[in-house]
């Protein structure tokens, strides 16, 4: 059988354990039992913009529940494609699931891209998946890190690279939201790399994490949400948000004003507070930046593949900076994994921990 685990899409705090028949392949098609994955703020993200960005749709449930799609290492068990044999180790974009059904195309030595009809008007940067099986050995011991950190640090890179690519719109320094988050900590880690002169970098946080922040290092300062006001709003400023709280936004808009030069959101870590547009007069609006859009235009500038290939090599120099200072947590059966995800829903799960999950008991395999 397969195990799903599916969210009430209008709301996240409801879930249910589904149980399927295993399914006949077509042919070409490839059954892959996911091992691992992992769950981070993230994902309540995809859930959030499910609806508007189409993540709902990469793997169909029945309205109103949905699959949310999380990262994480597969293994091929049932195989009717030539080029895919049977023991195949794939990392990508998964179903919060046990199994997968996938349609390879384009399959090469590193990889293929699913060729699912439903897949083909969403967004094509989720439809790679990479083959590990020949991968060195110390990469294939970073599988956790790399579930847990690969898409997240690689986000935060991508944001790096639209600051510069856009001369950081003339700010003079950029405040980061929500900045324990493990893509806010990707961004402030190329900041703080970035050759002088480069823009102040100031952190934003909660007042609990604000030590965690801190003894990362990455911050020429460090403010808790409700001291906003102190900053010097005179200061041409980029916000780059990754919570989505509409007081922060708020406060961040009315203290900056038109000396906002850049107010964008990647995320919404914190799901459960007021939305908030930014509309403060002389402020501008704060707008959800699409990464896939950006990966796109710097294929046209760079050439294809380029800045996959830069946003791979820094964020495996950042899985390996980083991979000490996280907690891993491994939860495994379809009933611990729902009690995780309830609690990264609720915003239970600090950012010092980790989780990795697998919707298969301790000890079971594919």
């Known amino acids: 059988m397969i195990t799903q685990l599916q969210l009430r899409r209008d709301a996240l705090t409801e879930s249910r354990l589904v149980e399927l028949p295993m399914p006949e392949l077509a042919q ?5 039992a996911i091992d691992r994955f992992a769950l981070t703020a993230n994902n309540v993200s995809y859930a959030l913009s499910g609806a508007t960005i189409g993540y709902w749709g990469y793997f169909p449930a029945p309205e109103p529940w949905g699959l949310v799609p999380v990262w994480g290492f597969a293994d091929v068990v049932d195989s009717r494609h030539p080029d895919l044999p049977l023991g195949e180790r794939i990392y990508g974009f998964f179903p919060t699931a046990s199994h997968v059904v996938l349609a390879p195309d384009a399959v090469g030595p590193r990889g293929f891209v699913d060729a699912a009809p439903h897949r083909s008007d969403l ?25 847990l950190l690969l898409p997240l640090l690689g986000t935060g890179y991508l944001l790096y690279d639209y600051l510069v690519d856009n001369g950081f719109f003339g700010a003079e320094q950029v405040l980061v939201g929500s900045a324990s ?8 880690n190329m900041l703080a790399r970035h050759p002088a002169p480069r823009p102040r970098v100031i952190g934003l946080t909660s007042p609990g994490n604000m030590a965690f922040v801190e003894g ?10 409700g001291d906003i006001d102190s900053l010097d709003g005179a200061v041409a400023s980029a916000f ?9 936004i708020g406060a961040v808009h009315r203290r900056f004003g038109p000396q906002l030069k850049l107010s964008c959101a990647v995320g919404a870590t914190h799901w459960d507070q007021p939305r908030s547009t930014g509309k403060v007069e002389g402020a501008p609006s704060h707008d959800f930046i699409f990464i896939p859009a950006h990966i796109a235009k710097r294929d046209g500038d760079l ?3 380029v800045i996959q290939r830069r946003t791979q090599t820094e964020t495996l120099r950042m899985v390996e900076e980083l991979k000490g200072s996280l907690a ?12 995780a995800m309830s609690d990264l829903v609720a915003g239970r799960t600090p950012p010092t921990v980790g989780l990795i999950a697998s919707l298969a008991e301790a000890g079971e395999g594919g």
């Open 28 to 32: 070409g098609e490839v059954l892959l």
């Open 123 to 147: 967004p094509a940067f989720y439809n790679h998946y990479q083959r590990t099986t020949g991968e060195p050995e110390a990469m294939q011991g970073l599988e956790d890190e790399r579930c």
């Open 181 to 188: 988050s493990k893509t806010a900590i990707g961004l402030l």
């Open 216 to 225: 990362l290092s990455l911050c020429d300062q460090v403010i808790a949400y």
């Open 240 to 248: 780059v948000d990754m919570a989505g709280d509409g007081a922060v």
């Open 303 to 305: 050439g294809p593949g």
């Open 328 to 339: 891993l947590r491994h939860i495994s059966g379809p009933d611990a994994v729902r009690v």
